[in-house]
């Protein structure tokens, strides 16, 4: 059998509209031709470096810079796999990852030479001054990707045991791409924001779909809020990808000012969204699109259609066209609005971890991918995702949600932000505990008199604790697990 194969992404379209912009930082922008000479060039540099490995992995620690995505599309080129590391991390974190994979070659961003500094014999460090002042030498580019060839590898946060490298190819990048355009529809005039990490999912797909789609990229090195506010209301991008955190962010500083016309598109990820910031979107008339997607299924997996973004409030939406999705509970295939697991399918789906049999005999089953988090789908098809597997808190025998919880709170005027964790209880197993980020005026007693009113008696949080700001990762994704590590460490232990 015929491996699949496509046109070298970068070099096809450099050749369909080498005139057409690709990417800008708002000081330096290139076209995609120039975009295919810059990163051949840094190929050609970079082949002088690892043009004796017989290691099929390369490291890469960038910041969102046009530099980093230049030397992502030359690993490309080059015909290795990028292993993408967290710069969030810390150096024992990036250590065992760099070990995991037997990197011998890891790329970075000058700003990142101190947190590397534990590179010893066996793995050559170089930053991107180095690289950049390296003699080329010529290596001969390939015409075709091979599908199933491991295009990039990114490390699962390890909310449940040792962090694992996800396998991403070739197709599963290429069909997330294409069953993103068949929901979102593409225009020769979009232009994606991109101010989430590259190293990241929901960033390393925009590069991919930049190049696959011929579609330009408005790089933001950081999250600037304000900045970013302007250039939404500019009209100069359409799409942007966010998390709640964000979005919330966005729309404070916003106030009454609205987006331009030509904004079409606010891709929200990152796990279930409150129901007053999407009421609150809508209002203002934010074209919020919810999507349901992790690194093991190379983003968006399920992403509701334009259509259904304001009937169906607060669902994911259903399955992108290749994909598939099923909800499984203990008896076995559930029926509609019954909560169990959420499975998926599809070619965008990940072959599995790296040199992690016992994970990967687990993970799949039947060509099927266990998420290890709980949902629903309802009599139309339409997923709601109720949160993760291991952050669900069992209180007297009844499941609690956090994130249905952090929800309500976020609904209380005030509470600027919240995160909510199952903690130890000798009569009900488990209670839930409120971390929140609040305004001075605002007291417990106010938080829990409006829970009181939005919550069942059994999920209303029995604890609330105040903190100056709340774990996020490099996406702006909550991170449960730090609050409960920081519960049992005894931090908070004699608050009320």
Same mark, same amino acid.
């Not at 079409?264 to 997607?293: E, H, I, S």
């Not at 994130?403 to 839930?432: F, H, M, R, Y």
């Given at each position: ?62 910041? +969102? #810079?046009?530099? &980093? ?5 030359? /690993? *490309?080129?080059?015909?290795? @796999? =990028? %292993?993408?590391?967290? +710069? #969030?991390?810390? &150096? ?5 990852? /760099? *070990?995991?994979?037997?990197? @011998? =070659? %890891? ?390």
């Amino acid at each position: 059998m015929t491996t699949q194969q496509l046109p070298n992404w970068l070099k096809q379209r450099a050749f369909l509209t080498p005139d057409r912009m690709a990417i800008s930082n708002g000081d330096v922008e290139y076209t995609f031709g120039e975009l295919w000479e810059k990163s051949i060039h840094i190929g050609e540099q970079l082949h002088t470096i690892v043009k004796s490995s017989n290691h099929p992995f390369v490291g890469l620690m960038i910041k +969102n #810079k046009v530099e &980093s995505v230049l030397v992502v599309h030359a /690993i *490309q080129q080059l015909g290795f @796999t =990028t %292993v993408l590391l967290n +710069n #969030k991390l810390s &150096s024992n974190e990036l250590s065992f990852q /760099i *070990q995991d994979m037997e990197l @011998t =070659t %890891v790329i970075y961003d000058d700003e990142f030479e101190g947190k590397l500094s534990f590179l010893g014999e066996h793995v050559d460090g170089i930053p991107f001054s180095q690289l950049l002042q390296t003699a080329p030498t010529r290596f001969k580019v390939k015409d075709y990707f091979q599908l199933d060839q491991a295009c990039s590898v990114m490390y699962t946060s390890g909310t449940t045991g040792a962090p694992k490298g996800v396998l991403q190819s070739y197709g599963n990048h290429w069909w997330s791409a294409i069953g993103s355009s068949l929901n979102l529809g593409i225009s020769e005039n979009d232009a994606w924001l991109c101010s989430v990490p590259l190293f990241h999912i929901s960033g390393y797909s925009i590069l991919m779909r930049s190049v696959i789609y011929g579609m330009k990229v408005r790089l933001f090195e950081t999250f600037d809020v304000e900045t970013i506010n302007h250039e939404l209301e500019s009209g100069r991008v359409t799409i942007m990808s966010v998390v709640s955190n964000m979005l919330q962010r966005l729309m404070n500083d916003a106030g009454n000012r609205t987006y331009h016309p030509n904004f079409r598109c606010m891709l929200l990820g990152g796990g279930p969204a409150p129901l007053p910031l999407l009421q609150a979107c809508k209002d203002k008339g934010v074209p919020v699109f919810q999507t349901y997607g992790m690194t093991e299924t190379a983003s968006q997996i399920v992403t509701l259609s334009p259509e259904y973004s304001m009937t169906k409030l607060g669902s994911a939406g259903k399955p992108l066209f290749p994909s598939e999705l099923r909800i499984q509970n203990e008896k076995g295939a559930a029926q509609a609005n019954q909560e169990g697991e959420i499975l998926v399918k599809g070619p965008n789906v990940t072959t599995g971890y790296y040199q992690r049999e016992e994970a990967n005999a687990k993970s799949f089953e039947n060509g099927w991918f266990h998420t290890g988090d709980i949902g629903f789908v309802d009599e139309d098809g339409f997923l709601f995702v109720l949160d993760r597997r291991s952050d669900l808190i069992i209180s007297g025998g009844e499941n609690v949600y956090p994130a249905e919880i952090e929800s309500v709170l976020l609904g209380c005027e005030g509470v600027e932000d919240a995160g909510v964790v199952g903690i130890p209880n000798d009569t009900w197993g488990q209670i839930p505990c409120a971390f929140i980020v609040k305004k001075e005026r605002l007291t417990k007693e106010e938080i829990l008199n409006y829970c009181s009113d939005n919550l069942a008696s059994y999920k209303q949080p029995k604890k609330i604790i105040q903190v100056d700001e709340l774990p996020r990762n490099a996406s702006n994704k909550l991170l449960r697990r730090v609050l409960r590590d920081q519960w049992e460490k005894g931090l908070y232990a004699d608050e009320d």
